[in-house]
């Protein structure tokens, strides 16, 4: 966190330089209080738990042994496949 927070800072005072060299007719102060900080970590989390909650309903749906049958028989096809060509070729 402390270090996201020092990028944003960064980002914050390289916004506000570009600003204040580009433009001559008014000035763009940085300031950022501890209450910005806040705001920001409870953005971020709210997020993060929103994405998680998508994620981990996502996953409660789905039917793992039916996944875990088409990867099984997919790949047992071609390994079949690739020994019964080896197997062919061999003769």
Same mark, same amino acid.
């Given at each position: 966190i402390p270090f996201g927070f020092l990028? =944003?800072? =960064?980002?914050? +005072? +390289?916004v506000a330089a570009a600003i204040n060299a580009t433009q001559e007719t008014f000035?763009?102060? %940085?300031? %950022?209080?501890t209450h910005t900080f806040a705001f920001a970590f409870v953005v971020v989390a709210a997020a993060a738990f929103a994405s998680g909650l998508l994620v981990w309903g996502r996953l409660r749906r %789905?039917? %793992?042994v039916a996944v875990l049958k088409t990867r099984i028989g997919s790949g047992m096809k071609a390994s079949t496949t690739a020994t019964a060509t080896a197997a062919a070729s061999a003769r």
């Open positions: 990028m =944003g800072y =960064g980002i914050c +005072a +390289a000035r763009m102060p %940085l300031v %950022l209080s %789905l039917d %793992l």
